[in-house]
C-alpha cells in the first residue's frame, strides 16, 4: 500500500465570476523510501498540490478528490484534530523560500526547541527536560550539517544565510521522525555545491531511514539524479508520470520532453553558443485556461481531437495524457483510423521493446527486496 | 582591436563600522582586471555574496569604486560621466517585476529611457519602442500593458527592451534566467544568443547555472570573496580547473550530470 495515495485530485478556486479548476484531476503517490519528483513551471500547482495534501487551504475552495489517503486513511474525511496529528508526527513539510517561512521574532534555538514533541524526551526529572531538548536540537544540527551550531543557535532567521536556513528547515521536519518528507523546492538558488550537499543529506536520509520524499522542484539536473519516479505536472494537469529513467530515455509527452530538452546539461553534442529546444509561448494563466489538453496552444503536434482533455493511459507503471504521444507510431496512426484499436497496437509496440523489458527485470527485483524488507520487520 | 569594455585594478572597499567599539568589517573586491570584446559573453560565476553584483553595480556606476578605471572602447569613463554610461553600458536584473515600474506602462518606461538618454523626437522615440519590442519578441500592442498584465518572461523580454533599446555597446545582466522556468528560459537564452549575434553585442553574464554559463559564454571568471581565482576560456576552465574552488564547484556540478547519464 502507498504511504501517500492521490487519485483525480481536483481543486476549484472561486474567481468571483466563476469557478477555477486550478488543479485538474492530478494523480500522485508515493510508496514507502520512494523519491518522487513532482517537476511542473511555476504556476502550474505544485505548490497547491502540497497544500492541500496538508490541508492549509482556505475553506471556500473546493477540494474533490477519488482518494486522498495517508496509509489507508482518508484524509478529507478526517477531523482537523486527527489531521494535524498526522502531519506533526508522520508527514513534515520543508516550504518554499526558507527564510521567510521562518518565525522572524524567535531565534533558531527557540524554534527548533519547540518543534521537538514531548514524547521524544524519555521521562527524567522536569528539570533535565530542557537539557534533553537541547541535546536533540544540536544532534539534529549536526546531522543536516549545520557544524557551527553555537553561532547559529543565537540568531534570528534573517541573520543567516539562506542555504543555511534551508538546512534548519529540513531540522525541523526531521525532528518528529516522519515517513514522508515533502520538500517543496528545496534547491532553489543556490550554488552547486551547496546544492549537492542538500541532495545528499535526503538521497542519505531516504537510503538509511527509508524516508518517502516528494521533492517539488523544476531543477531537472537535481531530480534526475536523486528521484526515483518523476510525475511532471502542467498547468494544474498531470500529464506523465513514471520513473525518471524511462521519462528521459523516451518521453511520450511533448511538454516532458520540451521541458527534458530545455535543460542544456543533458545534451552531449551541443555545440556552444548554439540555440535550445524552447516551445513557443507561456504557460497560461488561470483566467485563460484553454479548454482539452492545457497544453494545446503551445504544442506544435496539436490537432482538433485535442480539445476533448485526454485520458490517462499506462503502459506498464508509465502513465501519460496526450493524444498524440511521441514515440508511439504505430499507435498514433491507427488512433487516426479507429480509435479502438490503440489498445492492442501499444502493446504489441511494446511486446517487442527491449526498454521495458529491462524494466520487467528490474521490477522483479525490487519485489525480491521489498519482500526482504518486509521480512525483516515482522 | 580594443576592446569593448577593459578594467584595469579595479578596487572597492565596502566597510561598516557596527559600533564605535569595534573594528569595522571590510569587505574588499579587487583588484580585478579584464576585457570583453565586442560580440562576445564573459561570464561571472561564485558562491553567494562573492561580489559578482557588487563588480556589475561598479561597472554601471552605481557604486564608486576606490581604485582602478574602466575605459570603453580605450577611453576611460569618469565616475560622473552619467550619460555615456546610461548608454553604452546597461544592466539587466534579476527579478523584473521588481525593477520595473508597476504605475506605468511598457511603453512608458521604454519612452522615460530615451527621453532621458537621447535627443529622438516623439515619432521616432514611438518608432524605436515599437522596433525594439518587437525585437525582443512582443508585439506593438505591449506598448500599452502594465506590468502585471505580463508573465515573468515577458517581463523578462521588457527588461532586455529597456537595456538594449539604446543599442548599447555592452549589456550586463545580473542572474537574469534565474527566476524563470525551463521552457521559458530557453527561450530567453535563445533570444540573448540571437541579439548578440546580430547586433555584435558584449555580454557581462552573472550567473550561478553552470550548465548555462557553460553553453552561452566565451570566457568565465570565477570570483571568491571579492577576489578572481580563475579566468580564461570556458571550454579550458570547465575541462581543466586549476583553482581548489573552481574544481569542487564544477565537480559538484558534473557529479549531478553524471548521475544523470549513469542511470542509462
Known amino acids: 500500500m502507498p504511504l501517500l495515495d492521490v487519485k483525480n485530485l481536483t481543486l476549484e478556486i472561486d474567481t468571483g465570476t466563476e469557478f477555477v479548476k486550478a488543479l485538474d484531476k492530478v494523480s500522485i503517490t508515493v510508496e514507502k523510501g520512494e523519491i518522487r519528483a513532482l517537476v511542473g513551471e511555476s504556476g502550474s500547482g505544485k505548490s497547491l498540490i502540497v497544500r492541500a495534501i496538508i490541508g492549509a487551504v482556505p475553506d471556500h475552495w473546493i477540494i474533490t478528490a477519488d482518494r486522498l489517503t495517508w496509509k489507508g486513511q482518508n484524509l478529507l474525511a478526517m477531523s482537523n484534530e486527527q489531521r494535524r496529528m498526522i502531519m506533526r508526527r508522520e508527514i513534515a513539510v520543508v516550504f518554499q523560500d526558507p527564510t521567510s517561512s521562518l518565525d522572524p521574532s524567535a531565534t533558531l534555538k527557540e524554534q527548533l526547541e519547540e518543534s521537538i514533541p514531548a514524547e521524544l524526551l524519555d521521562k527524567g526529572r522536569f528539570w533535565q527536560r530542557a537539557k534533553q531538548r537541547k541535546d536533540i536540537a544540536i544532534g539534529l544540527m549536526h546531522k543536516v550539517g549545520i557544524k557551527d551550531h553555537q553561532s547559529c543557535m543565537q540568531r534570528y532567521p534573517h541573520e543567516i544565510a539562506s542555504d543555511i536556513a534551508q538546512k534548519f528547515m529540513i531540522a525541523m521536519a526531521l525532528v518528529s521522525e516522519p515517513e514522508l518528507l515533502i520538500a517543496d523546492d528545496p534547491t532553489r538558488s543556490m550554488e552547486s555545491t551547496t546544492k549537492n550537499q542538500i541532495l545528499r543529506l535526503l538521497g542519505g536520509l531516504n537510503e538509511s531511514k527509508g524516508l518517502g520524499i516528494l521533492f517539488v522542484s523544476h531543477d531537472l539536473l537535481a531530480i534526475s539524479s536523486m528521484a526515483h519516479t518523476m510525475t511532471v505536472l502542467y498547468c494544474g494537469q498531470t500529464i506523465e508520470s513514471g520513473k525518471v529513467k524511462h521519462l528521459h530515455r523516451r518521453p511520450l509527452h511533448h511538454y516532458t520532453k520540451a521541458l527534458l530538452d530545455s535543460a542544456p546539461s543533458f545534451q552531449v553534442n551541443l555545440p556552444p553558443k548554439s540555440h535550445l529546444v524552447a516551445l513557443e509561448g507561456t504557460i497560461p494563466t488561470l483566467q485563460h485556461l484553454p479548454i482539452g489538453c492545457r497544453l494545446g496552444p503551445r504544442c506544435p503536434k496539436a490537432r482538433k481531437e485535442c480539445v476533448k482533455v485526454p485520458e490517462e493511459r499506462f503502459i506498464q507503471q508509465h502513465a501519460y495524457s496526450c493524444h498524440f504521444p511521441l514515440h508511439l507510431p504505430s499507435a498514433a496512426r491507427s488512433h487516426t483510423q479507429n480509435t479502438n484499436n490503440i489498445g492492442t497496437s501499444t502493446k504489441e509496440y511494446f511486446s517487442t521493446d527491449r526498454l521495458y523489458k529491462s524494466d520487467n527485470s528490474d521490477s522483479e527485483n525490487s519485489n525480491i527486496t521489498s519482500q526482504k524488507t518486509e521480512g525483516n520487520e515482522q | ?264
Not at chain 2, 563600522?17 to 569595522?24: H, K, L, M, V
Not at chain 2, 581604485?67 to 527579478?95: A, C, F, W, Y
Open chain 2, 1 to 264: 582591436m580594443t576592446a569593448v569594455l577593459e578594467v584595469k585594478e579595479l578596487i572597492y572597499t565596502h566597510r561598516i563600522r557596527r559600533s564605535i567599539f569595534s573594528a569595522p568589517d571590510e569587505f574588499v573586491l579587487g583588484p580585478i582586471s579584464f576585457a570583453v570584446n565586442a560580440g562576445e559573453t564573459l561570464a561571472l560565476t561564485g558562491h553567494n555574496g562573492s561580489g559578482k553584483t557588487l563588480l556589475a553595480k561598479a561597472l554601471v556606476g552605481a557604486i564608486q569604486p576606490q581604485q582602478g578605471s574602466i575605459l570603453l572602447e580605450g577611453k576611460e569613463v569618469e565616475q560622473s560621466d552619467k550619460k555615456t554610461r546610461n548608454h553604452d553600458i546597461r544592466l539587466i536584473l534579476q527579478h523584473s517585476n521588481t525593477t520595473l515600474n508597476k504605475a506605468v506602462t511598457v511603453g512608458n518606461v521604454l519612452n522615460q529611457t530615451l527621453q532621458l538618454n537621447t535627443k529622438l523626437d516623439e515619432q521616432d522615440r514611438k518608432a524605436k519602442i515599437e522596433q525594439t519590442l518587437v525585437r525582443v519578441g512582443l508585439l506593438r500592442e505591449h506598448y500599452y500593458f502594465y506590468r502585471h498584465m505580463l508573465s515573468d518572461g515577458q517581463q523578462q523580454r521588457v527588461s532586455l527592451a529597456r537595456a538594449m533599446i539604446l543599442d548599447p555597446k555592452i549589456i550586463i545582466a545580473d542572474e537574469p534566467f534565474a527566476a524563470l522556468d525551463p521552457s521559458v528560459r530557453s527561450q530567453t537564452v535563445n533570444l540573448i544568443l540571437d541579439i548578440q549575434r546580430d547586433l555584435g553585442m558584449a555580454f557581462i553574464f552573472i550567473s550561478q547555472n553552470l550548465g548555462i554559463v557553460r553553453h552561452i559564454s566565451d570566457t568565465v571568471m570565477i570570483i571568491d570573496k571579492g577576489k578572481v581565482i580563475e579566468s580564461g576560456k570556458t571550454a579550458r576552465v570547465f575541462q581543466n580547473p586549476q583553482h581548489e574552488l573552481t574544481q569542487k564547484l564544477i565537480d559538484s556540478h558534473f557529479s549531478l550530470v553524471d548521475k544523470h547519464f549513469g542511470q542509462f
